[in-house]
């Protein structure tokens, strides 16, 4: 059940694109304090029957303190561990009597497929459509605002802050790039990749990397294996580890690839699929793991 | 009158056609190497002929282990689509009957999706499940069709088709829909693709298009005889059924073992069967040995614009023989009621 996850944010982050602005376009900075208006809805004080669209979005609430109002989460969050013993509803294809049904005062989502804003905002209930953010600065904008809404302020505050330092800390200690190094993200088997411009590729820019997808136009393209093999990046990702067993082994396999150097030498690195497709607090975890395995755990 | 046997000029337009597509798919790709060199290396893996091509090692490896390979299952998977096309549509007696019109392509689909749902998309169980989706589906329909026809005409065995090709979709949909995580993976297998394969591919493929192709082509006199009427062909001793039957089989086979292999690739079956009907004749003595060479001559083509278009993206090649399909098929349509006759 992570795989999909990729597939999600893949999902969101086009969406995102497509409508040509993350959060921080959508809203500005919100003044503390009730009642706010959201979607057209005014709610008078803090939610406390919080339903959570997106794994990320879960982990965001109860890291700023607000798991004790969350009701219900998606078919895909899984952390923290309190989170997945909470009762789990499909976002990806909602259902708005469903949602309705559990009685929020507030539904957070990356995207509206069903349109639940129209269908629960007839009902009164407010839904806050957050999509994938482009950059970190955009996630901590996401942070806030979420923060605000349900009345943990302070709890987004603190959590932004120590993201910010504990980013900061692992930046500061990369070595002097000589030149840049170049990276192949893989999303799943049939080789579609991420851009420099994704999310996620900006966590590969803090460090210093470019992707080859790049040559693409960026965004989420489906590369060729002639031109993943000729590109010969200087490392490869695997999102695709758990979802579809892929590994070292699987990809030295493939017809073509030991040829890569990243293959010859090793660099090949599994990532877990829950770090590498959520942009929610534990993009300081993958930044760690993607900098330990680029330049070393002693850099 | 529609000539019997292949007019020469048209048989060597096929084999340069095919030959060249092979040629140029081999030559045009996204990692660009030079054809000079390209040929080179070609020519030296000869036998008596020693050529030093100036390719690296990681170049070779794009040429031998990803090109040429896709090349290859591309002519025959094209010329397997192609020439169950035109079985399908002498057996049918339906100008518009293709691999897909039976529900062998939506059977072949909720085979391989049910297996990606529970094993996993790289499971080599995708191919077998959807070979048996596709029997299955077959079956199903040339039972309903027999038993709503009492005889098997093509007519009831479209309909029959038709409504099995939608209760499978229908299926194959709602298991997609209850496991949205595999969506992408779903897709991408029915959108088509000869991006990830190698020579296991191949070696998979090659007896599927053997059998097919072969036994297709061994009854193609038969076809001829069954397209001038049922009671005519049984006077002179032919037994419809059997042929039908032996015909469908084997084009089914071969379909099957294409959609395992590349997943669903549309509209090649139409294509190139009703081109060389237009361009050269009605005889399936001349339709089918031609639609070996055109089928596989096009899709290989189609594949390199796939990989070209957006290079270094690929584009899924349905994409690609839809839209040159579709189009064509609004042609095709256009002529046959002109003239009449499919």
């Known amino acids: 059940m992570r795989r999909p996850i990729a597939v999600l944010m893949a999902a969101a982050l086009f969406v995102a694109a497509c409508g040509g602005g993350g959060p921080g376009a959508t809203t500005a900075p919100p003044p503390f304090g009730f009642p706010r208006e959201i979607a057209g809805i005014t709610i008078t004080e803090p939610p406390v029957r919080i339903i959570s669209g997106s794994p990320t979005h879960t982990e965001i609430l109860f890291a700023i303190g607000a798991g004790g109002a969350v009701v219900a989460v998606d078919a895909f969050s899984d952390y923290p561990a309190e989170a997945d013993d909470l009762p789990h509803l499909d976002a990806f294809n909602p259902s708005v009597e469903g949602f309705a049904a559990l009685d929020p005062d507030l539904v957070i989502v990356t995207f509206d497929p069903n349109d639940l804003v129209g269908g629960l905002g007839a009902l009164g209930i407010p839904v806050l459509v957050l999509d994938a953010p482009a950059t970190t600065e955009g996630v901590y904008k996401q942070m806030a605002e979420i923060g605000v809404i349900?009345?943990?302020?302070?709890?987004?505050?603190?959590?932004?802050?120590?993201?910010?330092?504990?980013?900061?800390?692992?930046?500061?200690?990369?070595?002097?790039?000589?030149?840049?190094?170049?990276?192949?993200?893989?999303?799943?088997?049939?080789?579609?990749?991420?851009?420099?411009?994704?999310?996620?590729?900006?966590?590969?820019?803090?460090?210093?990397?470019?992707?080859?997808?790049?040559?693409?136009?960026?965004?989420?393209?489906?590369?060729?294996?002639?031109?993943?093999?000729?590109?010969?990046?200087?490392?490869?990702?695997?999102?695709?580890?758990?979802?579809?067993?892929?590994s070292l082994e699987t990809v030295a396999a493939r017809p073509g690839w030991d040829s890569l150097s990243a293959v010859s030498g090793g660099r090949v690195i599994a990532l877990d699929e829950a770090l590498a497709s959520r942009w929610g607090p534990r993009i300081v975890d993958l930044l760690g793991v993607i900098a330990d395995a680029v330049y070393g755990e002693d850099r | 009158m529609t000539a019997r046997r292949i007019?020469?000029?048209?048989?060597?337009?096929?084999?340069?056609?095919?030959?060249?597509a092979a040629l140029l798919g081999v030559l045009i790709g996204p990692a660009a190497l030079r054809p000079d060199r390209v040929i080179a290396e070609l020519l030296d893996r000869l036998p008596w002929v020693s050529i030093e091509s100036g390719l690296s090692e990681r170049q070779t490896a794009i040429l031998f282990e990803l090109r040429l390979p896709?090349?290859?299952?591309?002519?025959?998977?094209?010329?397997?689509?192609?020439?169950?096309?035109?079985?399908?549509?002498?057996?049918?007696?339906?100008?518009?009957?293709?691999?897909?019109?039976l529900g062998v392509a939506a059977g072949a689909g909720l085979g391989a999706t049910l297996v990606i749902v529970t094993v996993g998309s790289s499971s080599a169980l995708v191919g077998v499940a959807a070979f048996l989706g596709a029997l299955a589906a077959v079956a199903v329909a040339y039972g309903l069709g027999a038993a709503a026809g009492g005889r098997r005409t093509g007519s009831t065995l479209i309909l029959a088709g038709v409504a099995v090709a939608a209760f499978l979709t229908a299926a194959q949909t709602?298991?997609?829909?209850?496991?949205?995580?595999?969506?992408?993976?779903?897709?991408?297998?029915?959108?088509?693709?000869?991006?990830?394969?190698?020579?296991?591919?191949?070696?998979?493929?090659?007896?599927?298009?053997?059998?097919?192709?072969?036994?297709?082509?061994?009854?193609?006199?038969?076809?001829?005889?069954?397209?001038?009427?049922?009671?005519?062909?049984?006077?002179?001793?032919?037994?419809?059924?059997?042929?039908?039957?032996?015909?469908?089989?084997?084009?089914?086979?071969?379909?099957?073992?294409?959609?395992?292999?590349?997943?669903?690739?549309?509209f090649v079956g139409i294509i190139v069967p009703h081109t060389v009907r237009l361009l050269v004749g009605g005889s399936h003595r001349v339709i089918l040995p031609l639609s070996v060479l055109g089928g596989g001559a096009f899709l290989v083509v189609a594949d390199m614009f796939a990989r070209t278009v957006l290079s270094p993206a690929e584009v899924p090649i349905g994409v690609i023989t839809a839209f040159v399909g579709g189009p064509f098929f609004v042609l095709v349509l256009r002529n046959s009621q002109r003239t009449g006759a499919p």
């Open chain 1, 150 to 246: 349900v009345g943990h302020g302070d709890g987004a505050t603190a959590l932004i802050d120590r993201m910010r330092s504990e980013i900061a800390e692992i930046v500061a200690g990369l070595p002097e790039a000589v030149e840049p190094l170049d990276y192949y993200h893989e999303l799943d088997p049939t080789l579609f990749s991420i851009g420099s411009d994704t999310f996620l590729g900006s966590l590969y820019a803090m460090l210093g990397m470019a992707s080859i997808a790049d040559a693409a136009g960026g965004g989420y393209p489906q590369l060729s294996a002639e031109f993943v093999i000729a590109a010969d990046p200087d490392f490869v990702f695997l999102g695709d580890s758990t979802c579809c067993a892929q």
């Open chain 2, 7 to 20: 007019p020469r000029p048209a048989l060597v337009t096929a084999v340069v056609l095919a030959v060249g």
């Open chain 2, 70 to 101: 896709r090349v290859v299952l591309g002519l025959l998977v094209g010329a397997v689509l192609s020439v169950s096309g035109g079985a399908y549509q002498g057996v049918f007696r339906n100008p518009l009957a293709d691999p897909y019109l």
């Open chain 2, 174 to 266: 709602f298991v997609q829909q209850r496991n949205t995580d595999i969506i992408r993976e779903v897709y991408s297998w029915i959108l088509g693709r000869l991006g990830t394969v190698g020579w296991r591919e191949v070696a998979l493929m090659a007896p599927y298009a053997a059998i097919s192709i072969t036994v297709v082509l061994l009854h193609r006199r038969l076809l001829d005889v069954l397209a001038v009427g049922e009671e005519e062909a049984r006077t002179l001793g032919v037994r419809p059924e059997r042929v039908r039957l032996i015909v469908v089989l084997a084009a089914t086979l071969g379909t099957a073992g294409a959609v395992a292999v590349s997943g669903l690739i549309g």
